[in-house]
């Protein structure tokens, strides 16, 4: 009865450790003046190669939104983010704080209490779809945060490869 006790007891403990585990930080280097939508896939071959800051995962945002990483899919749930322009990336560390945009988790411009004409980088979510993952966000003024949020997904459908056609729908002559 004990060893059954003691090997629930360890279950659960390796099952919190799991549930509890933490991402790698990660900051988002964004063409100077960018403003639209972004997206991350992970695990691409011929991607950038990773690269780090201070422990921070850097991601450097092409001027086209699309980016091929050859990071893995960090999976966890805390994390440290961070978004800034390219002319103001210095690397991370205390002296660089003034430098990052705003992150605002969920962005609804009717309640947000940051002002319309700031720019701002919002609604990071991740997606995957066959054997492609990534994640994708947008940045921009506050006033325009429904526009961009619209088009997150044609953004994603580019950035995807198109679906295998299937088969089993054509029919037979």
């Not at 939508?37 to 991607?47: I, K, M, S, T």
């Not at 705003?102 to 209490?113: D, G, I, Q, S």
Request: glycine fraction near 10%.
């Amino acid at each position: 009865m004990t060893s059954r006790i003691g090997a629930l007891y360890l279950f659960g403990v390796l099952l919190l450790s799991r549930c509890a585990a933490r991402t790698d930080d990660a900051v988002y280097v964004l063409p100077d003046g960018f403003e639209g939508n972004a997206v991350v896939l992970f695990d691409q071959p011929g991607g950038a190669p990773p690269e780090y800051s201070a422990g921070y995962r850097v991601y450097r945002i092409p001027r086209s939104g699309i980016l091929k990483s050859a990071f893995r899919l960090d999976h966890g749930g805390f994390a440290a983010i961070k978004f800034c322009y390219a002319a103001h990336f210095r690397g991370v560390g205390p002296t660089s704080e003034a430098a990052y945009l705003p992150y605002v988790n969920a962005l609804n411009p009717a309640t947000t209490e940051v002002a319309p004409t700031t720019v701002v980088a919002f609604n990071r979510g991740g997606f995957g779809r066959g054997n492609e993952n990534g994640e994708v966000f947008s940045v921009g003024r506050v006033a325009k945060a429904d526009s961009l949020f619209e088009h997150r997904e044609d953004l994603t459908e580019q950035a995807l490869p198109p679906f295998p056609p299937d088969d089993s729908l054509t029919t037979a002559p």
